[in-house]
Every structure is written in C-alpha cells, then in structure tokens.
C-alpha cells in the first residue's frame, strides 16, 4: 500500500482504472463462456446461441454513442462506476431460477452487459487521454496498448474462467461468485477513483455527440470496416466449422478461442514494438493503411487456399495465427490514434463515437458470420472478410494527418 501511495496522483489513478477494466473484462468473457456452455447443454445450436448476444452488440452502439456525451458531462469516474454496477446487475438477472433463464431474459441481461461494457471501456480510454502530458505521444501509445492487450488477454482468460467455475462449482454459484467480486471491485473504485475525471469545461449539447472532426470520422470508418473483418469469419463460422470440419467438442473449441484472444492480446500491449513505432506517429493515414493491405492478404490467402483443398489443417492455423498478430496490431494502432486525435476537452465524445463504429463493425460481422456460413461456406466469410479490410484500409489512406 505504501509503494502504491508513493506513485504519481496520475499513475495512481491509471492503476485503478485499468484495475477495474481488468476486473470487468474476466466476468465479461467469463459470462459469455456460461452462457454459451449452459444453453449449448439445454439444447441449442451454435447459430441461437450466437443470437443471444445480438442485443449485446445492438446496445453497444447506441451505449457508445449516448455514453460519449454523457461522461462530457458527469465525469468518467462516474461513468465507469456505472458500468460496474450494471454488469453487477446484469449477472443477478441470471441468479433467478432455472425454469426462468428464458432466450428473452437472458438477451435482456445481455443487453444490459453490453451497455456496461462499453461504458467501462469507453470511460477507460478515455481517461487515459487526461493522464498522459500533451504531445507524450509516445507514452500515450504505450499506455493504450498496454491497457488495451491486457484487457484482450484477460478476456481469454475469462473464457477460461467461465468453464472452470461451471464446471466446479455449476451455473448459479458461478454467477454469484462473479457477482460479489464485481461488487467489492465497484466499492473500491467509488472510493478512489478521481471525482472529476474527463467532464467537459462546457456542458455539451446532445446534437455534439456526433463528431464533426473529419479524422474522427473517417478513423471510425476504418474501424468499423477492421472489426467487421474479424467477426465475419470468427464469431459464429470458425467454431461451427471447426465443429463440422474436425469433429470437435465445445471444449476444445472454446480453448482454441480462448488460447488465440490471450495471444492477440499480448501483441496488442507490445504493438509500440512490433508496429515500429517507438517514436511518435507521423504519417498516420499511410502507417495505418500499410498494416491493413499487409492484413487484407491472410484472409485472402486463406480463402484460396481452402478452395483447392490445399493443406485444410494448417491453411487454418497458420491462417489463425497470421491474422491474430497483425490484427492486433492494427487494432493497437487505431486504439493509440482515437485518443489521440479526440479532443481533451470532452474526450470521451469523441471517443465514444469512434466506439460507436466499433461497436457496428461487430454487430454487422456477427450477423454476417451466421447468414454466409449457414447459406453459403466458411470461404466465403473469408472472401468478405478480405474485402471488409480493403474497404478499411482505402478509408485509412483519406485519413488526414495531424498538424
């Protein structure tokens, strides 16, 4: 306790927002791997499971864009203590009997889950951007990543933990385990977090919460096309092909899910590293569009490959693993640049419309993933996977670059 009061007002604060971060991601990957394991017992396909979480990703979005604006005016402390308390809301709605875990009740917590997620995420990042000196790009890089890979990794280990307290200790004492740890963790953070983090010096009208700074925009764009790109083949197609394809279990299935988040979250915290980018960032259009083209080629290449049969096993794995380095990287780079680029004062409007975009890209590529594998194949979720990455790498190179 002593070290932790010896550090800086500002580096005591990041602890604690990436403290609650790290807590809210483990139950927010841990519930999603209850939900799938517990309705996949009860009977139902991969396809409706996935539907269960649609109202997660639908909230997101509007979250995203309202959450923006109003962390403008009540603090990001606030808005991120909000969020806790809903995901502790959110998991008592599941504590209720069995007989009453309905496909409704359950999107019902879903969608409230969804809106505590983005809130916390979004109060996160943008709280980071008030932390770091101006013009400490570099520092700002480092700390977006790091929060940022870590939050991803721990999501895997979420996966992880979901099946470990199902299985020792069965649904409903998983659920309240979860609930009690979230709620000391939102207890804490009430007392410790700063009061007037991220509030704008001027109460923002509602009609601002749409940007109206073109790098913001198109940034945004971009992420939304990048994001799609991943869940158009990896959501819903990849662990019903693995499925069909090798004959696997669900377990073994959610290992592979879980393995490849953990390591697509710690190459986001060294993407500073990886992406060469130790020094400030100043050509961001043209830095941001290389790494998408360089990205646009696996899914290509893994959607020719499986079209001639070619080497099925390890097209897919090295494909997995091709793409989960460099999408972390170009997730990374996007993540540094939105909070870079936002605006101090009211951060969080800007950041909460890029996650808006975010938060569509997911939405779209969920959606897209079930209708094309279910009416058409695994390689033609690949096909649109590429062209989503090119669509987001040609609104990259618009992006302006900063004065």
């Known amino acids: ?128 951007k008030l932390l770091v000196p101006k013009e400490a790009n570099k520092t700002l890089y480092k700390w977006v990543a790091l929060l940022t890979g870590s939050k991803n990794t721990l999501k895997g280990v979420g996966f992880f933990l979901g099946g470990l307290l199902l299985s020792q200790f069965g649904f409903h004492n998983a659920i309240l385990i979860m609930v009690v740890g979230l709620l000391i963790v939102w207890l804490t953070s009430c007392v410790l977090l700063k009061k007037e983090l991220g509030k704008a010096s001027s109460k923002p009208k509602f009609k601002h919460l749409f940007s109206k700074s073109s790098a913001i925009n198109y940034l945004s764009g971009a992420r939304l096309f990048l994001f799609a790109a991943r869940d158009v083949w990896f959501v819903v197609a990849l662990p019903v092909y693995l499925t069909a394809q090798f004959n696997w279990d669900y377990s073994q299935v959610g290992s592979v899910m879980a393995l490849w988040v953990i390591g697509y979250g710690v190459v986001q915290a060294l993407a500073p590293r990886l992406s060469g980018q130790q020094q400030t960032i100043k050509k961001d259009s043209q830095h941001l569009h290389q790494w998408a083209v360089i990205l646009f080629i696996i899914p290509m290449l893994m959607a020719i490959a499986l079209h001639y049969e070619f080497q099925i096993s390890t097209t897919l794995w090295l494909g997995l693993a091709a793409f989960g380095v460099l999408f972390a990287i170009n997730s990374s780079l996007h993540s540094y640049l939105i909070v870079s680029y936002a605006n101090s004062n009211g951060v969080s409007l800007d950041v909460g419309f890029y996650y808006m975009a975010n938060a569509a890209g997911r939405l779209l590529g969920t959606v897209l993933s079930g209708w094309l594998y279910q009416y058409y194949s695994f390689e033609i979720c690949l096909w649109v996977s590429a062209a989503f990455i090119l669509f987001s790498a040609i609104i990259a190179k618009a992006l302006p670059e900063k004065g």
Do not use: C
């Open 1 to 128: 306790m002593r070290s932790l009061q010896s550090l800086s007002s500002d580096i005591q604060q990041y602890l604690i927002i990436t403290g609650n971060y790290w807590a809210f991601t483990l139950t927010d990957g841990a519930l999603r791997m209850l939900v799938v394991l517990h309705f996949h017992e009860l009977g139902y396909t991969p396809l409706e499971i996935a539907l269960l979480f649609i109202f997660y990703e639908v909230f997101g979005i509007i979250t995203n864009l309202v959450g923006g604006w109003l962390g403008a005016i009540i603090g990001l402390n606030t808005t991120m203590n909000i969020g806790l308390v809903l995901q502790v809301l959110a998991l008592s709605m599941l504590l209720v009997a069995p007989e009453m875990l309905t496909i409704v009740w359950v999107m019902a917590a879903q969608a409230i889950s969804g809106v505590a997620k983005d809130l916390n995420k979004m109060s996160a990042k943008s709280a980071i």
